[in-house]
């Protein structure tokens, strides 16, 4: 009989590779949009992030020189130039053309024929060179096509473009104003309602906590409106102007406290009951047992809903419309970048830097907090024996 094998089931790779596929889901998004967000912006335009690495193709159309310019050489009438100079370009060219049907028929060296007995050569440096017998005409000159291959550029000028941009910065520090009290008053809210309800033992607990469980389930988008009334109701009499941080914080707190409960009771409820009843019998209050032994013992739950508070107000733009406002100095984060992309929405640099900008926080908070996710999310699903 062979015992203490240390090979793996076949079970056990496959939940192996699938945790491992379900990571990579996850992370390549974010990856592409960083990856994004650093690339030139032409070249962002015309291939995948997944390119970046990897020269990129692209057809452009230029300009020779005006026909002033012209030279007369052996009998022709030529124009001559570097049509990357002229166009402000940098790279290889691999094919060109004269045609906009055929864009590419040519490869560089080649000499193409033309309507009225012109030729054109294009050089891969650029360089080009367009003869006919009868002087050039007009004062526009002749287009020439051709498909450039320019190496990977990566540049920090789509992040200065977004971060020197009027009220940013302001924007910046409104979203912070709002999302750090927005995260810490329901978490002492709910930490103490869920030791009472978790130790505590007084008529109607059980509905009270009913009615929490049913509140999970309660969309935001129905309930916005109705809390919107009751706030301004209740701030008129008491003379509280209507957009204030006042209002949106009390309204990210109702909307958060909910799951807040019913994470910290099932974790507190799951605590050792003897380490209670040793420091009731030692005369503690409940005060004290609150303070110094549940909320120490308790911070992987309080993390884990401060990452989901915090990603959840951070990210938000409905309630900070509705309670705090557009104008310039109550505007998020979130807003101003919506109407930054709404004025140059098809700058796509724009867009991929913007949103990496609005994860970058939170993802500090995310990978700070991490290790207490999995422990605060689990708690309670587990009874021990």
Do not use: C
Request: charged share 15%; net charge neutral; no cysteine.
């Amino acid at each position: 009989m062979i015992s203490g094998s240390k090979t793996k089931s076949p079970l056990m790779w496959v939940v192996h590779l699938s945790v491992l596929m379900l990571v990579l889901l996850w992370t390549l998004p974010t990856i592409g949009l960083f990856v994004s967000s650093i690339r030139d912006k032409d070249q962002l335009a015309v291939s995948g992030w997944w390119t970046a690495l990897f020269s990129s193709e692209q057809n452009v159309i230029g300009r020779s020189v005006d026909p002033e310019d012209q030279v007369f050489k052996d009998g022709l009438y030529v124009l001559q130039g570097n049509v990357l100079e002229q166009d402000g370009n940098s790279g290889t060219i691999k094919a060109f053309g004269w045609r906009a049907q055929e864009p590419a028929a040519f490869k560089v060296g080649e000499t193409a024929d033309m309507r009225r007995d012109r030729k054109m050569t294009v050089e891969s440096d650029g360089s080009y060179t367009i003869t006919q017998p009868e002087e050039w005409t007009g004062k526009r000159g002749k287009r020439i096509f051709y498909t450039i291959e320019t190496p990977p550029i990566f540049t920090l000028d789509n992040y200065r473009e977004v971060l020197t941009a009027e009220g940013i910065g302001q924007s910046f520090v409104n979203s912070l104003t709002v999302t750090i009290p927005s995260t810490v008053i329901p978490i002492l809210i709910a930490a103490f309602a869920s030791y009472a309800l978790a130790w505590m033992h007084f008529p109607g607990r059980a509905v009270l906590i009913a009615v929490v469980v049913g509140l999970l389930v309660v969309p935001l988008q129905m309930s916005l409106i109705p809390l919107l009334r009751l706030y301004n109701g209740v701030g008129s009499f008491f003379g509280v102007p209507a957009k204030t941080y006042l209002g949106i914080w009390l309204a990210h707190t109702g909307f958060g406290l909910p799951l807040a409960v019913y994470l910290l009771r099932n974790y507190i409820s799951e605590l050792p009951r003897e380490i209670i009843e040793s420091a009731r019998v030692d005369g503690a209050s409940h005060f004290d047992i609150f303070v110094k032994i549940i909320l120490p013992l308790s911070f992987p739950a309080l993390a884990s809903f401060a990452i989901f508070q915090f990603l959840w107000v951070w990210n938000d733009l409905l309630v900070a419309m509705v309670f705090l406002g557009n104008t310039e100095d109550q505007l998020v984060l979130t807003g101003r970048l919506r109407e930054m992309l709404g004025s140059r929405g098809g700058n796509w640099e724009i867009l991929t830097a913007s949103a990496f900008i609005t994860i970058i926080v939170p993802l500090g908070v995310f990978f700070t907090l991490q290790r207490y996710l999995v422990r605060g999310l689990l708690a309670g699903s587990v009874k021990g024996g």
